[in-house]
């Protein structure tokens, strides 16, 4: 049995993915960009705070959004993307999210919100 925290050998493969996109760590800003235009998002915002000696960094979008069940088979699984036939996306991978490890968070949230279903003719 592994005396390993749970989710660390996850974390150190996809640092190690997160490693190859190059030196520069704030790669991950041009991922969730990339994250947001292929979500249809219109709008990115960016903010970051100082909260009681920590760096609190968030990202939000105007994007369709994803249902947990999405993000548990995609955004939480590496090599996983449900883009790998959409070629107006640019991720297609399955890595990109996880760049912002390259940083060492204690934390990283996310929230949701399910896609509108279009209206049944």
């Known amino acids: 049995m592994s005396s390993a925290?749970?989710?660390s050998e996850f974390r150190a493969r996809a640092r190690a993915e997160a490693e190859r996109y190059g030196p520069d760590p704030w790669v991950f800003v041009?991922?969730?960009l990339?994250?947001?235009r292929d979500a249809g998002a219109t709008k990115v915002e960016f903010t970051c705070e100082a909260r009681g000696g920590r760096w609190v960094l968030r990202c939000r979008d105007d994007g369709e959004g994803m249902t947990f069940?999405?993000?548990r088979r995609y955004l939480f699984a590496l090599y996983a993307s449900s883009k790998?036939?959409?070629?107006d996306q640019v991720?297609?991978?399955g890595v990109g999210f996880w760049s912002v490890l390259r940083f060492e968070p204690e934390r990283i949230a996310i929230r949701s919100r399910a896609p509108a279903r279009p209206e049944l003719a």
């Open 91 to 93: 991720g297609r991978f």
């Open 84 to 87: 790998e036939s959409r070629r």
């Open 30 to 32: 041009r991922e969730l």
């Open 69 to 71: 069940a999405h993000a």
């Open 34 to 36: 990339q994250n947001g």
């Open 5 to 7: 925290p749970p989710g």
